[in-house]
């Protein structure tokens, strides 16, 4: 099959994911559709759950292992839609529905340029495609979830929109929920301690925190307040304000060191939800990266969450497709962006897998 033909026959897979729903924890359909591909291409291939992966022909548990992963779930369509979500049409170049960008281009991409090499002899490494599911809600049985049940791997590719843009580092998220204490009181009495005067300099406290340590790729830790709640009634003045704090973390940083920091320092009770969402990055002289870098890619830092956050080797996202467009109304990804996509996996892995 040449590589028009296997290109052609990705865009009709993603034309077909799109229009199956498959929200987080319900891509059994989608599940079935990459099931399909496997099998026309003559592929063995294991399913757990509703992640589907396959390995290359001639694996060779001697050799390292690249792992080449994307998501088949998507985000539920926001009211702002004015096209049918799951009716896959191309208009003026662009491939409209949901998960069209993020991250259905990026994953049919994969396993075409998987498929490519799949009969391949005497690659410098071994092929594992993962399909994975749950992304979106980082469920149970997303690539987390599954990973124990994989062969072990060295390096990975993780497949979202970077404009085929080589990123080497991609922030970890820790989402905190912190206390202000007060009095309760009638409101109509005197009340030195109330808890929502007490928040305006834990507020000000949290504008104006910096950290010390800041990245070549991904710069500064970002920490912003999103959310505030207190009271019930209008003559009640309450004993707490709760407040919700996003942190963007670097790869300065591990989640434990954050949260260490941030709950010795904050002038506030802090409680962090969970840690597993750290930074991730690849050596800028990595022979992947270096390969990308050698056709003309950028480098850059990620600002946004993916599966890499999932894993503890060297990894790079990449793939076609806009960040911008993701989770956005009327999601699209270009048709010329698949197409040079696979293109660009390919030739990225040739420079690697020689």
Known sequence: MTQKQLTEKAIALLK?????????????????????WFTSFGIPFTRDHNNVYAKNKYWDDSKPTLLLNSHHDTVKPNQAYTKEPFNAHVEDGKLY????????????????????????????????????????????????????????????????????????????LIVFDAIVKGTPSHA???????????????????????????????????????????????NVVPSQVDL????????????????TLLKAEAPCIMQERGLKLNSSKIDKNHALVQSGIALGRETYGSPTLSDQAALTCQSLKLGPGDS?????????????????????YIKILEGFLK
């Not at 994911?17 to 599940?31: N, Q, V, Y």
């Not at 808890?195 to 800041?214: C, G, H, R």
């Not at 993701?326 to 197409?339: G, L, T």
């Open 244 to 259: 919700v704090i996003d942190v963007r973390v670097n790869d300065c940083y591990t989640n434990l060191e954050i949260a």
């Open 16 to 36: 077909q994911l799109i229009s199956i729903p498959s929200f987080s924890g319900e891509e059994d359909k989608t599940a079935e559709a990459i099931q399909d």
């Open 188 to 234: 109509a009495h005197p009340n030195t301690d109330n808890a929502i005067y007490n928040t305006i300099p834990v507020l000000e406290w949290f504008k104006k925190y910096t950290f010390d340590k800041s990245s070549e790729a991904l710069g500064e830790v970002k920490m912003t307040v999103t959310q505030i709640n207190a009271g019930s009634q209008h």
């Open 97 to 172: 529905g949901l998960g069209s960008n993020d991250a259905g281009g990026c994953l049919v991409s994969l396993l075409a340029t998987f498929s490519h090499f799949y009969a391949s002899e005497n690659l410098s490494h071994n092929l594992l495609m993962v399909a994975s599911a749950e992304e979106e809600s980082a469920g149970e049985n997303s690539l987390r979830g599954l990973l124990p049940s994989l062969p072990s791997f060295d390096v990975a590719i993780v497949g979202e929109p970077t404009l085929m843009n080589l990123a080497i580092a991609e922030k970890g």
């Open 324 to 344: 911008t467009r993701s989770h956005s109304a009327d999601e699209y990804i270009y048709v010329q962006e698949i197409e040079e996509g696979i293109d660009l």
